[in-house]
């Protein structure tokens, strides 16, 4: 891969060796833990001002994506931050930094003008969008995989250059707390210290509709691994996915930024 526009086949995953050794607090809805809201990544002193678009913000007047496929699997790294704005060439409301949680930002993106990409943010509301200028900034890929659950057979299903290579049953958001629907992506890969349920949690870039915070933490929706086999099939989360062993394993070798779409 090369900065810039330029595209590049990814074969494999990105790099995820420093998102994986990292130590982290859980920050997951129904996973639980805090982190600090400070700044992640780099800002520039023009946008030292605007929110950084993270699990941890809010970020306002921007787009929502109302798309109901999977995308492309394009994908985008910032070379540094980059301002965000609602319309291309618009003023910037916000920015977007080159880590979350402790690894490399990587957003898919949802559609390209000259210059632009209009990508999705692991901040609230869900389904939130921005457009971040393509003029050297940024580092463009293709995932090969995507991952689909499907929240009324409660069932994920991972594929690769469009076919499944695994199925799985999982347990998913309870009627008070449900998981989110729609379009997000793989937001992180963290490895806890000390794991209790899980040896994994991936985040991915939404939240939970009900709950504002969990156990410290801003909300974020993820999948994790669950010591009770018998919660597989059911709705009984406070919104993340519960997944079997295997799962969790090739999850762990998705890359950054690929898809995710929940339906019901």
């Given amino acids: 891969m090369s900065l810039g526009s330029q595209r590049a086949r990814i074969n494999g995953p990105f790099p995820l060796g420093a998102a994986a050794a990292v130590t982290v607090a859980l920050l997951a809805s129904g996973c639980g833990g805090s982190k600090s809201a400070g700044a992640e990544g780099n800002t520039s002193s023009n946008a ?17 994506d109302g798309g109901t496929d999977a995308g492309d699997g394009t994908v985008a790294r910032p070379a540094k ?4 704005s609602a319309t291309p060439g618009g003023p910037a409301v916000a920015t977007l930094p080159t880590s979350q ?4 930002t990587w957003v898919p993106v949802m559609e390209s003008k000259p210059g632009w990409r209009r990508v999705l943010l692991p901040s609230r509301p869900n389904r939130v969008t921005g457009w971040v200028p ?3 900034g940024l580092t463009v890929a293709r995932s090969p995989y995507t991952i689909k659950v499907d929240l009324s057979d409660r069932q994920l299903t991972l594929a690769k250059s469009g076919k499944a290579t695994g199925k799985w049953k999982v347990a998913v958001g309870d009627a008070k707390t449900p998981t989110p629907t729609g379009r997000t992506f793989l937001l ?14 991936l985040p991915v870039g939404a939240h939970s509709e009900t709950l504002d915070t969990f156990g410290g933490g801003p909300g974020t929706v993820a999948f994790h691994g669950w010591t009770d086999k018998a919660v597989f099939g059911k709705a009984v989360t406070h919104g993340c996915v519960r997944v079997p062993a295997d799962a969790l394993t090739q999850l762990s ?11 019901d």
């Fill in 48 to 64: 030292a001002t605007l929110p950084q678009a993270t699990t941890y913000t809010t970020v306002k007047s921007l787009p929502l």
């Fill in 81 to 84: 931050a980059l301002p965000i």
């Fill in 101 to 104: 949680l402790g690894g490399p």
């Fill in 134 to 136: 393509d003029n050297g």
């Fill in 188 to 201: 992180a890969l963290l490895k806890p210290a000390k794991p209790t349920y899980s040896p994994l949690i």
């Fill in 253 to 263: 070798t998705v890359a950054l930024g690929t898809p995710v779409l929940i339906t």
